[in-house]
């Protein structure tokens, strides 16, 4: 049975350590725990099932612990992000999945705290002090169920029309570990397979697909209930077994019972982290001011 991860840490985990093609190292920051995985050639690639890239993976207290909105620790993550990104230019943030399915939410309500500026040019931009901005467009993409429309589609429709430098896909996640909802964020330059976690795969959304550079965050919301039963047992469980926990051939996922909590401040971190990602001139605390 396949194990669904989304994250290329517990991907290196079930392949083992020993992998070539990869490059690994971990180091502190702030208080933080940070581990970057460059997955360089096809042999790593078939090996974790990851996509050519870079995969940056921060370990976080819960984030059903609160936090300031000027934490120093909001600007060591936005410095992470930053290196993703191209110099200059503008960028489109799209948040992906469904604002009604909480664990789903991320993306779109990450979106809601994400500071446009692309409209801000001119005049206005000089007279209020906010030149600096760098330009930025914020989207919701919805779900192919309620848009009928591909979020890849969605996407490049946009991409085609107001040509960004890079795309920002922010997305839930899933784990194969229960202590990681909620505790640990994914970045990536290596692109989103939108529900792949949950075996619900979508088009691949890259450069290769959208023609630019695509930057993909996510928080870990949920565990699929097999590939937890796997982790538990420390071996593939029987029939019987995975038919239980798939009643009716229904796929069935784990949340936190806390998830509408974790979503709510999961997005405000990713939020606050990419504004000062994308907007270095300018202090935290005054682009709070401007949210």
Known sequence: MQVRTDLAVE???????????????????????????????????????????????????????????????????????????????????????????????????????????????????????????????????????????????????????????????IDALASRRLERLGCTLQISDAGISPGAGVGNHRTRINKDTIGVPVISIGVPTVVDLRTLATDLLDSEPDRQMLDSLAPQGRQMVIIPREIDLLTERASRLIGLALNAAMQSDFELKDLVTLM
């Not at 997955?39 to 819960?62: C, F, M």
């Not at 030149?131 to 946009?158: F, N």
């Open 11 to 169: 991907a290196r985990e079930l392949a083992g350590e020993r992998v070539g093609g990869m490059d690994y190292k971990v180091y502190r920051e702030n208080g933080l725990e940070i581990s970057r995985l460059t997955v360089k050639d096809n042999r790593a690639r078939q090996a974790l099932g990851k996509d050519l890239g870079t995969y940056i993976t921060i370990e976080l207290p819960s984030l059903t612990d609160n936090f300031s909105d000027t934490d120093e620790r909001l600007k060591t993550i936005g410095a992470e992000i930053r290196r993703l990104l191209p110099v200059n230019g503008l960028l489109l943030v799209a948040g992906l999945g469904n604002i009604e399915i909480t664990p789903d939410s991320l993306g779109p309500k990450t979106s809601l705290r994400v500071l446009a500026t692309r409209h801000i040019t001119g005049e206005i931009a000089r007279s209020t002090g906010l030149d600096g901005l760098r330009p930025v467009a914020v989207m919701q993409t919805g779900v192919t169920g309620q848009t009928g429309i591909e979020t890849g589609e969605y996407i490049l429709s946009v991409v085609k029309r107001i040509k960004p430098n890079a795309v920002i896909a």
